[in-house]
């Protein structure tokens, strides 16, 4: 009798996608480029401090909308706040759940600190959907992990 001990021919894989052309309206994409049937949007920001720390001075307060999509457990996208060579100042993930509002207008708000705010010429969304919790890769785990992965979040100093 011969006995073969066990092998595998399999190759763990995986490939994070290209960061998507940040906008300030964009159709959510999947870690593969598809895209999800949502859309996110800035629909407005303006500089204010933030009301539970004002002596932190001026943020960058934005408000935005998902469209489509399931409203209730995602997609998620990077919004940031940018200068006028597109340099972002500061980012933050928003998810569609964050947006609720009367006759289907799903809105939401939040803020940005950034160091300096006199800079800030838009806030702008990355179509990339970062709502994906699973992120193990095949070097965290050759059995499970790998697949296809969103880009890492943006943040302060990336061009967008």
Not at 7 to 24: K, Q
Not at 123 to 143: A, H, Y
Not at 144 to 152: K, L, T, V, Y
Request: proline share 8%; aromatic share 4%.
């Amino acid at each position: 009798m011969v006995v073969l001990s066990g092998c595998s021919s399999w190759v763990c894989s995986e490939r994070t996608a290209e960061r998507g052309e940040a906008a300030v309206r964009v159709e959510v994409e999947d870690a593969t480029g598809r895209l999800v049937g949502a859309t996110a949007e800035v629909v407005g920001w303006r500089l204010e401090p933030h009301p539970q720390v004002p002596a932190e001075g001026d943020q960058v307060h934005f408000r935005f909308r998902f469209h489509g999509g399931d409203e209730g457990s995602g997609p998620a996208v990077d919004a940031c706040a940018v200068d006028d060579a597109r340099v972002a100042l500061g980012c933050r993930t928003v998810h569609a759940s964050q947006a609720f509002g009367p006759g289907g207008d799903p809105t939401g708000d939040d803020y940005l600190a950034v160091e300096h705010p006199e800079r800030v010429a838009a806030v702008l969304m990355i179509p990339n959907d970062q709502s994906v919790f699973d992120r193990r890769t095949c070097e965290d785990d050759p059995k499970d992990g790998g697949g296809a992965h969103p880009p890492e979040p943006a943040g302060a100093g990336d061009r967008l």
